[in-house]
T-cell receptor, first 113, second 114 residues
Framework: DVKVTQSSRYLVKRTGEKVFLECVQDMDHENMFWYRQDPGLGLRLIYFSYDVKMKEKGDIPEGYSVSREKKERFSLILESASTNQTSMYLC????????????FGSGTRLTVV | KNQVEQSPQSLIILEGKNCTLQCNYTVSPFSNLRWYKQDTGRGPVSLTIMTFSENTKSNGRYTATLDADTKQSSLHITASQLSDSASYICVVSAGRGGGNKLTFGTGTQLKVEL
């Protein structure tokens, strides 16, 4: 069974901390994505990557960075966590091509206090 | 601006009943439309993907329709079960080739009761 695995289901961090969210996929997908999901706003794209060491900004990249050193791993980094980054974070991966679906991880519920 | 609007925002139905969820979009150029099911506290799971030339697609008790002329889609759930309780998200893909951009609706929250 193909999988996208996010390292933590729940995370509580303090304001100003550096936070790492890890995502690993075992499907040899080229593309990986980080979204955040907030009530009433739907999923919003933070960053995505089409290849190793490659990254592109999504719609809301401010306050975030990413790293993709290996094809299967895509990390989201909050350089200095703030309370407005409290959210559900979802990682996804896909093959290249317009009609391939996305496989999502189970999400990480991050609370910044 | 690309937008995806879903209705209703929430819905409660009795087990065994049918229901239909709506999705209207203004996305250009249209590539495909997807419906996802998201259980509480979990990531979305794909139900269907439809391209411009497809006007209906089924996945078990789920049937999605697409009218590319009116830019509307619906998801029909037949003989609902308690396990259908979830958020259903409509997602429209814009663009050509591998550089597609997804626009997500905010979802319809469905609750199936006994």
């Amino acid at each position: 069974d193909v999988k996208v695995t996010q390292s933590s289901r729940y995370l509580v961090k303090r304001t100003g901390e550096k936070v790492f969210l890890e995502c690993v996929q075992d499907m040899d997908h080229e593309n990986m994505f980080w979204y955040r999901q907030d009530p009433g706003l739907g999923l919003r794209l933070i960053y995505f990557s089409y290849d190793v060491k490659m990254k592109e900004k999504g719609d809301i990249p401010e306050g975030y960075s990413v790293s993709r050193e290996k094809k299967e791993r895509f990390s989201l980094i909050l350089e200095s966590a703030s309370t407005n980054q409290t959210s559900m974070y979802l990682c996804a991966s896909s093959l290249t091509g317009s009609n391939y679906g996305y496989t999502f991880g189970s999400g990480t519920r991050l609370t910044v206090v | 601006k690309n937008q995806v609007e879903q209705s209703p925002q929430s819905l409660i139905i009795l087990e065994g009943k049918n229901c239909t969820l709506q999705c209207n979009y203004t996305v250009s150029p249209f590539s495909n439309l997807r419906w996802y099911k998201q259980d509480t506290g979990r990531g979305p799971v794909s139900l269907t993907i439809m391209t411009f030339s497809e006007n209906t697609k089924s996945n078990g008790r789920y049937t999605a329709t697409l009218d590319a002329d009116t830019k509307q889609s619906s998801l029909h759930i037949t003989a609902s079960q308690l396990s259908d309780s979830a958020s259903y998200i409509c997602v429209v893909s814009a663009g050509r080739g591998g550089g597609n951009k997804l626009t997500f609706g905010t979802g319809t929250q469905l609750k199936v009761e006994l």
